[in-house]
C-alpha cells in the first residue's frame, strides 16, 4: 500500500466575504500547498489527493455569499494547481 498526502483549507468567509474573498484565501492556500509539497520532495499531481476546502455555517453570511467565496476558492485552486478540489 501506499500514502497519499493531502491538505485542507478551514474556510473563513467571515473574515473575506465574496468570491474575492474566496480568491484571496485560494491563493494563500496553493502558496503554501505548493511550498510543503517542495519541501516534501513530492508532486502534488501524482502524490496528493485533491486539495479539499473544510467549509462549515456561518450565521454572518448568506448561501448565496458561500457559493460565491466557494466558487472563487475553488477556480484559484483550478487555476494554480490544474486539480479539480473538493469540499
Known amino acids: ?17 465574496g468570491r474575492s474573498g474566496g480568491e484571496t484565501e485560494g491563493k494563500w492556500f496553493c502558496k503554501v500547498l505548493e511550498q510543503t509539497v ?9 502524490d496528493f489527493i485533491e486539495p479539499v476546502l473544510d ?10 455569499e458561500n457559493i460565491a467565496w466557494i466558487e472563487g476558492f475553488l477556480a484559484v485552486v ?4 490544474g486539480r479539480n478540489g473538493m469540499i
Not at 78 to 81: A, I, L, P, Q, S
Request: proline share 5%; aromatic share 10%; net charge negative.
Open 1 to 17: 500500500s501506499s500514502f497519499h498526502p493531502g491538505a485542507y483549507h478551514f474556510a473563513r468567509p467571515d473574515n473575506r466575504t
Open 38 to 46: 517542495a519541501d516534501l520532495g513530492m508532486s502534488l499531481a501524482h
Open 55 to 64: 467549509m462549515e455555517t456561518y450565521n454572518e453570511s448568506s448561501a448565496s
Open 78 to 81: 483550478k487555476g494554480e494547481t
